[in-house]
């Protein structure tokens, strides 16, 4: 059975950081692309950030480049989305994404506020 478990999200003030969690099980973790999705109210969901299976190249939306690093740990089977200087427009629940060819899993979704 696949999972995908994302944990770290919260209230946070503008400035501060997150980091976010995504545990992954029933699938071969290390040969999938993992991404970190988000969707604010009223939005659609967009691309913030991905880490590629094998060497683990990185990209990230343009929102998030210099704040936020994705990492990942293949013997933990966990993908991380470390987040600084929050700012109140990265507010929005943040979704856990695994990709392989036609094949793709996402979590249940992590809220984050940012807010004073």
């Not at 969690?21 to 071969?28: K, V």
């Amino acid at each position: 059975q696949v999972q995908l478990v994302e944990s770290g999200g919260g209230l946070v003030q503008p400035g501060g950081s997150l980091r976010l969690s995504c545990t992954a099980s029933g699938f071969a973790f290390s040969s999938y692309a993992m991404s970190w999705y988000r969707q604010a109210p009223g939005m659609e969901r967009e691309l913030v950030a991905t880490v590629t299976s094998g060497i683990g190249n990185t990209n990230y939306a343009d929102s998030v480049k210099g704040r936020f690093t994705i990492s990942r740990d293949n013997a933990k089977n966990t993908v991380y989305l470390q987040m600084n200087n929050l700012k109140p427009e990265d507010t929005a629940v943040y979704y856990c994404n695994a990709r392989r060819a036609w094949n793709a899993f996402w979590g249940q979704g992590t809220q984050v506020t940012v807010s004073s």
